[in-house]
């Protein structure tokens, strides 16, 4: 199993999270580990490399990054959980393609290890339980290293999701686990959602002490 070392990072303005993640990425070599990083953001509408500026409705205060991930635009914001993936594509020997469908079945792994039926669909990357959006997708992939990753709706306030077309759908309707029962906080969640990906990428997880 190649290792991964695991990052609490607690609540992180975007922008420099995302300088960051590009930074790490510029720099590792073949011999750098892979690293997940686990945090929330500050309320940040982001969006994605081809992302349509009709799809920002109406973003009052909130700031709008123009990011280079993929996808349209989308929520960030605290009680929100972020799970970063800089990884070596090659080295988990899935593909892009892999790596997404093994991030949409983490998810789906977990709500149902608490209690929730949720899907993804071929047509719209993400999680979904019914119709409603609880988990979205965007990576970029550089030197066949990726960075960005996934995030997923556990107590955050869903009201700017109405002030976008949420990941380019106009009307997308999107939920949390706390409407569905669940109280995760995002250090919980993490660590179970880290593990269940880490297990089907053949990755071996690797906590710092305080975490």
Known sequence: MQPVLMRQLGLRDYEQTWREMRAFTNQRT????????LLEHYPVFTQGQAGKAEHVLDPGAIPVVHS??????????????????????????????????????????????????????????????????IAALGLRVRKGYTYHGLALNLDMDLTPFGYINPCGHAGQQ?????????DL????AGRELAGILCSSLNLEPRWSPHD
């Open 174 to 182: 999107v939920t949390r686990l706390k409407d569905l029962g669940v």
């Open 30 to 37: 073949p011999q750098t580990p892979s690293e997940i990083w």
């Open 68 to 133: 280079d991930r993929g996808g349209q635009v989308t929520y960030h914001g605290p009680g929100q959980l972020l799970l970063y993936l800089l990884l070596d594509l090659k080295a988990i020997n899935k593909g892009i393609r892999g790596l997404v469908s093994c991030m949409e079945e983490a998810v789906i792994q977990l709500l149902a290890h608490h209690g929730i039926e949720a899907a993804a669909r071929r047509d719209a990357p993400g999680v979904y339980v019914g119709e409603e959006k």
């Open 185 to 188: 906080k995002a250090p919980q």
